[in-house]
Structures are given as C-alpha cells and as structure tokens.
C-alpha cells in the first residue's frame, strides 16, 4: 500500500506521476519553482488542479468525482514556516488538532505528542516566545497528533541553524523509527535528503525526473537532466566505438578509449552522454606497477586544487581534451600522499562500473513506481 | 445638555454596531481571502462614504428612501410609517456611512493572517465554523475591535449625513451632533460645549482603550 499520485496543472505547471512507498521517508527535491511544495499542498488537498489523482493506501482522496475535503484526509502538515496559531499556547496549538477527542484525554494526548518531539516543559509558551527549533517541534507535535497516515513536511528544516538542524535530523528519524508513518519531506537540499530519505523523487519544471532509493538516484543519475539537479559536473560526451555487447561497451572520448557497463539500449545513437561522479575518479599513483590492471586510465594536468574544509575539489585537463575539465574530489591528506599540485602531471583511473551512460531526457512515460528497498529506515 | 439627545446617539451607535458588524466580518473576509476581477471596484464602492461629500450620500440614501422609492414604500407598507425622517431610517444610513469604518480593518486583519495559519486549521481537521471561532475570529480580533470602536465613535459624531436623512426631530433622529449644531445656533454655548466636551471625550476614552487593547494583544504574538 502507499501513495499513488497523478497530478497534471498549467499554473503552477505540473505533470507528475509517481508512486511514493509506504512507512518510508520519501524526499521530493528540485530547485526552488520546480513544484515541490506544489505537488504536497495538492496531496493535502489545499490545492485543486486541472486533473489530480490521489490515492493513500488504495483510498481515492482525488479523482475526477471525488475531492475529499483537507479534514478528511488522514495528513499531517508541517509547512516552512510551521504555520503555529501564535494565539494558542504549544499545547493548545496541539489541542487544536485533537478536537475529536474529549477534554481530559486531548490534553493528554497533546502532552505525549509534545514529549514525543521534545519539546516538554513549553507548554504554556506561545509561538512568539519559542526559538525556531522549539517551533519546528512544535509544529511536527501537531502534525503527528492525529495519528495521521501521511505525513507532509516542507522544507521543515530552513528556517532553523545548521546545529538545530542537524539535531532535527535525528528527532526526525527517531520519531519515524517510532510511528513508521508514511513521510514526503520537501525539500532543495540534496544532502538533507540524502540523510533523511530513503527514497528521492527527483523534481525539475513540474516533472518527476527520476525516483528511486536514495543511494542509488544519487549515484546513477539515469538521464542529463537528472546529473545535473544532482549538481553532478562532470557530464561528458563520447562516441560509441562498438555497440553494447555482453553488457559492456566501448565509447571514444577525445583520444581515450574507454570501457563502461551497458545494455543495449543505453547507446540507441552514435554517440552518448556519461557521467562520474566526483568521489569516483580515482589518482593512480604513478610509482606502481599497474600494467594493464589500471581501468579506463586517463592521465590529466592539474589545473585548479581548491580546499573545501576537510575536503579537495581538483579541476582537471584530461590529456587531448583541451576543452574539458573533470573534477575529482579527495581527502586532504589524498592530496598531500599524491603531491597534487598546480601543474601536475597525474593519470586517473575511471572504474568501468561507475561510469555512468545517461540516457535522453523525456518526461516519464508511465507512473514511476519506487521501487522499495528491504533496508528499513 | 440635551440627555435625550445623547439617549439616541448611543442608542444610534448600538443599532448601527449590531446590524453592522456581522455584515462587515463575513464581508470582509470574502474580501480578504477571495481574488476575482471585479474585485477593485466592489471595494471603491464600499469605500465611497469615505470620500463622498456627506451631503451627497445623504441625499442618495433620502432618495433610496423616500415615499416614492422601493425601498421606502415597503417599509411603509410594513411599519406603518416612512423611513426618511425616522429613528429606522436613521439606523439605515448609518449602517451605510459607516461601512468604510467597519469593513476596512477587519479586512485589513483578516489578510494578515497567514496562508500557512489558515491552512493549519484544515490540516488539523478543524470546519469551517471551528476554524473560524479558533483561528480566524480570535486573530482578527484587533482588527473587529478597532472596527467596532470607530465605527461607534463616528456614528456618535456624524453630522451631515444624518440632518439630510433623519432632519431635526427631538426623541427621534436628533442626535447629539445636531444637538450641539442646534444649541450653537441658539447662542446656547454653555449646552454646546458641555455636550461638545462630552462627545470629545468619551471618543477619546473610547479610541484609547481600543489602541491599549490591540497593543496587548498583539505583543503576545509578536516573534522574540
């Protein structure tokens, strides 16, 4: 059971199709006017589209006959900026989302929701006298009160420091751990999701790009579009010099020849775009023996070594490759043991697995189904 | 100082406040929360009493209810007696030269309710009813207040709207305003000023409370 969504609209443009796992934590990330925060106001019905189809656990919450109102969806709703009623107290802020319940038992309730996202001991405090974390618990106390079945969060975790933030990424996971609810956490942050979600929805003008588990939508981006939300630089192009056989095949880049995993339908045309992910492009020390052992070797000047804190971004000038620059990313104390410097003479190694065949970007032709991954979250 | 006088401006300013503000809350948030294209012009007609010579509204309004009009002939024919020249008819025109003063604020108020706060009530699966009597209502609650009280205040000093349509009958549409313009033509300064003192007074009281009452309330939301 999960979450089937179809939603199609002119303004904000939206053609969206996707499937969303149950019990997991799924990230819908694109750039800011991509539709995001679109796409989880229309699943709580705050929004009506030309044509939307939503369905939570086989329970049709949009069709072409049915709009079930906002209160009768099973949600929780954390928008950006918590939308706390500042009237109210944390507690009755919590209350609120209890008015089935009868007085004793609400109050109760509403106190173990607020135990539940830490924030025990505010009660009596109203919004303004709260710090943007102690909101955002607030706001997520409220959001799980009524036990929903889906629980919608917007970028929950911008307006907050970095140290909040990061203390807000384990209650998160914590308290998901504990309800298992269905979670669609919106957000532009790539690595926010890549903590958080199991699974990515991939976002660009409206459009889903590409959805699947995280590790792997963040590592093998299927289509150009998708390496570049994916902030991925190095996307190249190459020739094919034999079409796919036996799951390999054999591209022409400049004068390199390299070797990557394909199917046959990954090289339709005579050439085709790839991509490496920075942390892939492995330095090959030049004092081994390494024979023929080396994969895809290609050997590069250093042109630019920027230290980024505990890590090296390296812009390099593959060999007869006057117009490309390909980054690798390293440890620092990678760049001592290797002497990488200005002016460098180095070869890199581009492992045949992690080269990464792109395919031509196009809308999704029928509904993304996610697929689930056995690890929980 | 002319007691009766005073009498009926309150009872004028009550009249007004209770047939007033339920139509201006309830027109107001449509205004607030609603986009269509006709939009500004509904607007500029409910702000008109503002800009609008009180000549020129009183004269509409003893027009709309004159013995000859729809609306005037249908009193009549229900109370017996015509609406211009009459404490109800008086009632009439200030509910429509105060709709400025009520409406506006309470707009005002309802829009700066955010969209998110306004939502969360759905999200927390609040009616509409409940989320008004929770969310909204509460939250407006300055906006209603100041409306109220100016709009109590400016029925308690309206002048020429009210000699156009209500004229100068004692006990009926003399209202304490004509009064003091009454007194002051008749050289009766002391009556004039008293009542002038009065008026000037209680709007003072009234305004003050009304500032010091949306001050509290609003610091309590305000962000640290």
């Given at each position: 059971m999960s979450l089937v969504l179809e939603l199609r609209h002119?303004?904000?443009?939206?053609?969206f199709r996707a499937e969303i796992p149950e019990g997991r934590i799924t990230g819908l990330v694109g750039p800011s006017g991509s539709g995001k925060t679109s796409i989880l106001r229309a699943v709580a019905g705050l929004l009506r589209l030309r044509h939307a189809r939503v369905?939570?656990?086989?329970?049709?919450?949009?069709?072409?006959?049915?709009?079930r109102l906002t209160r009768e969806r099973s949600i929780g709703f954390v928008p950006q900026h918590y939308g706390l009623f500042p009237h109210m107290t944390a507690l009755g802020n919590v209350e609120?989302?209890?008015?089935?319940?009868?007085?004793?038992?609400?109050?109760?309730?509403?106190?173990?929701?607020?135990?539940?996202?830490h924030v025990e001991g505010l009660e009596a405090r109203y919004p303004g006298e709260l710090s943007g974390g102690q909101r955002q618990r607030v706001a997520l106390a409220r959001a799980i009160a009524r036990e929903p079945h889906l629980l919608l969060l917007d970028e929950p975790f911008s307006a907050v420091d970095r140290s909040t933030r990061k203390r807000l990424y384990v209650e998160l996971r914590r308290l998901h751990e504990q309800l298992r609810t269905t979670v669609v956490l919106v957000t532009h942050d790539l690595d926010e999701a890549a903590q958080l979600a199991s699974h990515l929805c991939l976002i660009s003008h409206g459009q889903l790009v590409q959805a699947g588990p995280t590790a792997e939508v963040l590592t093998r981006p299927r289509t150009e579009r998708a390496a570049r939300l994916l902030d991925i630089p190095n996307v190249f192009e190459a020739a094919v010099e034999t079409p796919p056989s036996e799951g390999m095949v054999h591209l022409r880049w400049g004068p390199h020849r390299l070797s990557a995993v394909a199917a046959a339908a990954d090289c339709p045309h005579s050439t085709v775009r790839w991509a490496v992910l920075p942390t892939n492009v492995l330095l090959a020390r030049q004092d081994k023996p390494w024979g023929d052992h080396l994969e895809n070797p290609v050997p590069a000047v250093v042109e630019e070594v920027i230290e980024l804190g505990a890590d090296v971004v390296v812009w390099l000038r593959p060999g007869g490759l006057p117009d490309t620059r390909l980054q690798?990313?390293?440890?620092?104390?990678?760049?001592?043991r290797y002497a990488?410097?200005?002016?460098?003479?180095?070869?890199?190694?581009?492992?045949?697995?992690?080269?990464?065949l792109l395919g031509d970007d196009e809308p999704p032709p029928a509904p993304a189904v996610i697929p689930a991954v056995s690890s929980p979250v | 100082?002319?007691?009766?006088?005073?009498?009926?401006?309150?009872?004028?300013?009550?009249?007004?406040?209770?047939l007033l503000m339920p139509l201006a809350i309830a027109t107001a948030r449509w205004l607030a929360i609603t986009e269509f294209k006709g939009k500004p012009w509904i607007e500029g007609?409910?702000?008109?009493?503002?800009?609008?010579?009180?000549?020129?509204?009183?004269?509409?309004?003893l027009v709309a209810m004159g013995a000859h009009s729809p609306l005037g002939r249908a009193f009549e024919a229900l109370a017996g007696q015509t609406l211009a020249f009459s404490f109800p008819g008086l009632v009439v025109a200030s509910v429509v030269f105060n709709i400025p003063f009520a409406v506006q604020p309470v707009q005002r108020a309802f829009e700066a309710i955010p969209l998110d706060v306004r939502e969360a009530g759905q999200c927390c699966g609040l009616t509409f009813w409940q989320a008004l009597r929770k969310v909204e209502l509460p939250l407006a609650w300055?906006?209603?207040?100041?409306?109220?009280?100016?709009?109590?205040?400016?029925?308690?000093?309206?002048?020429?709207?009210v000699l156009m349509v209500g004229g100068n009958i004692p006990g009926e549409t003399k209202t304490v305003a004509i009064a003091i313009y009454d007194k002051t033509q008749s050289f009766d300064h002391a009556s004039a000023g008293a009542m002038s003192l009065l008026l000037l007074v209680i709007s003072l009281v009234t305004i003050a409370i009304s500032y010091g009452l949306v001050e509290r309330l609003m610091k309590r939301r305000r962000a640290p």
């Open positions: 002119d303004g904000p443009l939206l053609d369905a939570m656990d086989g329970d049709i919450w949009d069709d072409a006959v049915v709009h609120t989302a209890l008015t089935h319940l009868s007085r004793v038992p609400r109050r109760v309730r509403a106190a173990r929701c607020l135990a539940l996202a690798i990313r390293l440890p620092i104390r990678a760049v001592r990488v410097a200005r002016g460098a003479e180095v070869t890199v190694c581009l492992r045949v697995a992690d080269i990464i | 100082m002319d007691w009766t006088a005073i009498a009926l401006s309150a009872e004028l300013a009550l009249a007004t406040l209770f007609l409910l702000a008109l009493p503002l800009v609008l010579p009180p000549t020129v509204l009183g004269y509409y309004l300055p906006g209603i207040l100041s409306a109220a009280v100016m709009t109590f205040a400016h029925t308690l000093g309206e002048f020429g709207v």
